[in-house]
């Protein structure tokens, strides 16, 4: 049996994906195909964070329903199968089943069972083990809780992965654990709000908080690296960013999503921050960790958004000179507060698009600025890529401070080494390795 699956959204979309191929490969015999024509399972894992991807979904399923091979199943999984439940059967008769994003640990049994839907957001797989594999990568990703308590005014993921729950420290130590044993050299964990760990387990549980957890996980012997996604600027309390500073096995990379930089829209936004206590925290973390890498999340065109207010969000960005800025134009999702709004203060979209035009040109320019102070400093890289060209031959990898370096030789992939920055092509790091 063979098993074709696309993966959309985030970083917990890829882990869930992950997931479910092992229990479909562990229980089920089934084994990966990239060949849609020659699968007997198709799934699609979706994101439904912003309408588009939503949108393309319907016709993404005819594309798969006329290129399929005769009695192929069609599963939906992931966030838009938690919003949309039974309405996805209903508008295309297409698809087999359905699966919700908390869900996951459903996949074996929802395969067998023709036009189910399973999209409880209260179903609780905190303590659930998922199968595994031998062989892990280097890199590897590593769920810490799911869900989220917040209400940001905008966000749709509370109704898609409902309350938050962390998973049990033990579960999580040993999961990693068998990662370092199976070849793991890096860990990035995962949740909504990682710094929140700790609020609520389903079973009983000692107290611990995600310092906590940071502490029990750099024990792990042969645990290099560790990264987090995403932590909430509400919870950057001076001991989590000073355990960040000083535990040498913590990568000096961290998200810490903006949203806007004007107080009044974070207000409506419900963000549960100002723009004075963000920059208080960044400056914080640039004083305990000055060579710190920041990327961050912007949302522009958020109902009410004045011109003024986008200026205030120019501003935080001139301050802070991330690294990274995914940015979007705000989109309505059902369910979401901001939505019930209605056109009330929407923002037209031409006046919204200029705004992401504005920011996205500026934030390359400060990219820009910020490769070129990077040069002739030395990070730890490691090793994720070997790559032919026509023009050139490569090999890859991400220094600490989560920046792509291009070194022109081949090593081992794998390997942590330490290079010097000694070339910066417009925002494009290269480097040669000091010590191996
Ligand atoms: N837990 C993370 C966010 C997860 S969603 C946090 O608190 O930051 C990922 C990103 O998608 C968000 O940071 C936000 O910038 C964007 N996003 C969420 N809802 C959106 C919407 N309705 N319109 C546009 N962007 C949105
Ligand atoms: Fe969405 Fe806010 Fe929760 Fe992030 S913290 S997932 S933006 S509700
Ligand atoms: Fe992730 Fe998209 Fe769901 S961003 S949490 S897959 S809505």
Not at 55 to 66: D, N, P, R, T, V
Not at 408 to 415: A, H, K, Q
């Amino acid at each position: 049996m063979k098993l074709y699956i696309e993966t959309l959204g985030c970083a917990m979309n890829v882990r869930d994906s992950e997931h479910i191929i092992l229990e479909l490969q562990k229980k089920e015999g089934y084994t990966l195909t990239p060949n849609l024509n020659e699968a007997d399972l198709i799934l699609i894992n979706t994101c439904s964070v912003r309408e588009k991807p939503e949108q393309k979904l319907f016709s993404e399923i005819g594309y798969f329903a006329k290129n399929k091979k005769e009695g192929a199943k069609i599963g939906v999984c992931g966030c838009t199968a938690s919003a949309m439940g039974h309405e996805i059967i209903k508008k295309s008769p297409h698809v087999d089943f359905v699966l919700g994003a908390r869900n996951v640990s459903k996949i074996t049994s929802i395969i067998h069972r023709p036009k189910a839907v399973e999209v409880d957001i209260d179903f609780d797989d905190s303590t659930y083990v998922f199968a595994d594999s031998k062989k892990s990568s280097y890199k590897a990703l590593l769920n810490i809780s799911i869900g989220c308590d917040k209400k940001c005014a905008y966000c749709i993921v509370p109704f898609t992965r409902g309350k938050e729950i962390s998973i049990p420290l033990d579960l999580i130590l040993k999961e990693a654990q068998k990662l370092v044993e199976n070849g793991t050299k890096e860990i990035l964990l995962l949740g909504q709000n990682v710094n929140n760990y700790g609020i609520r387990f389903s079973t009983p549980h000692a107290k611990i908080d995600f310092t906590g957890l940071l502490r029990e996980l750099s024990g792990i012997r042969g645990l290099e690296r560790i990264r987090f996604t995403s932590p909430h600027p509400l919870h950057m309390s001076d001991s989590f960013l000073d355990e960040f500073a000083q535990n040498p096995k913590i990568c000096k990379s961290i998200h810490i999503p903006l949203q806007s930089g004007s107080n009044q829209i974070l207000k409506s936004m419900k963000r549960g921050y100002t723009q004075e206590w963000y920059l208080n925290r960044i400056a914080y973390l640039k004083q305990r960790v000055p060579h710190v890498g920041i990327s961050t999340d912007i949302i522009v065109g958020f109902p009410g958004e004045e011109d003024s207010d986008f200026e205030e969000t120019m501003k935080v960005v001139e301050s802070v000179r991330f690294d990274t800025l995914y940015s979007f134009v705000y989109s309505p999702r059902p369910n979401t507060s901001s939505y019930s709004w209605g056109d009330k203060k929407s923002v037209p979209k031409d006046i919204a698009k200029e705004r992401l035009n504005r920011l996205q040109t500026r934030h390359k320019k400060i990219l820009q600025e910020n490769s070129m102070e990077e040069l002739g400093k030395i990070h730890k890289v490691l090793i994720e890529n070997n790559k032919i060209t026509s023009n050139e031959t490569f090999s890859e990898g991400r220094s600490d401070t989560n920046r792509l370096v291009k070194i022109r030789e081949f090593i081992d992939m794998g390997e942590i080494c330490e290079v010097i920055i000694s070339q910066v092509k417009g925002s494009t790091l290269y480097g040669e390795v000091l010590c191996r």
